[in-house]
């Protein structure tokens, strides 16, 4: 099993619409959520760093941590096609611990 | 603030071959690290330096790559001899220290192909 599971898509909806991304993870020592924006032949870019469960919001974005249940999910309000991207969650336990990352959800907005 | 800074962008070679990328990282971050992303998945951690000692590199293919940071700054990874399976996006990250607080910068890597 691995660690991070994450559907990889793709993914493509109407722009305007709600988007929901989802991981799950199996190590309940991870404390430190995140979730990555990835463009096509780009480095990973950092949207939302959480810290244990609970909802943390920046602007159009919403990430979610459920960890009774293992869940990440990231919402994304009034998508745009800008938004068209790879979204990586990633997790870790803390201090030196290595950053495990899901494989990825392709995501498509359509104008 | 300047970003990780990789080098080069792009590199073809035949198997067997060796090869070497380069990375800079913001300045002061004493976290580094390496990572592989094979086309489809995650990126998966090669090795983390903290200033110029290693870390972690218990998923470094030892017997083919190698990597240094010396003076705590510069980072090199090399691949002798190259596989097939290598060829993906190696992506650099640096991170100004191992607190909550801190994410990762990534800069845009070097994608190589071996033929």
């Known amino acids: 099993q691995k660690e991070v599971e994450q559907d990889p898509g793709p993914l493509s909806v109407p722009e305007g619409a709600i988007v929901s991304l989802n991981c799950t993870y199996s190590n309940s020592a991870f404390q430190y959520f995140m979730w990555y924006r990835q463009y096509s032949r780009k480095g990973p870019e950092l949207l939302m760093y959480t810290y244990s469960s609970g909802n943390k919001e920046d602007g159009r974005f919403t990430a979610q941590v459920d960890k009774s249940s293992k869940y990440i999910s990231l919402f994304i309000r009034d998508s745009q096609p800008s938004d068209s991207a790879t979204y990586l969650c990633a997790t870790f336990s803390g201090g030196y611990q290595k950053v495990t990352f899901g494989t990825g959800t392709k995501l498509q907005v359509i104008p | 603030e300047a970003g990780v800074a990789q080098s080069p962008r792009y590199k073809i070679i035949e198997k067997r071959q060796s090869v070497a990328f380069w990375c800079n990282p913001i300045s002061g971050h004493a976290t580094l690290y390496w990572y592989q992303q094979i086309l489809g998945q995650g990126p998966k951690l090669l090795i983390q330096f903290q200033n110029n000692g290693v870390v972690d590199d218990s998923q470094l293919p030892k017997d083919r790559f190698s990597a240094e940071r010396l003076k705590g700054v510069d980072s090199t990874l090399k691949i002798q001899p190259a596989k097939l399976e290598d060829s993906a996006v190696y992506l650099c990250?640096?991170?100004?220290?191992?607190?909550?607080?801190?994410?990762?910068?990534f800069g845009s890597g070097t994608r190589l192909t071996v033929v």
């Open positions: 990250a640096s991170r100004l220290g191992t607190g909550s607080n801190y994410g990762y910068t």
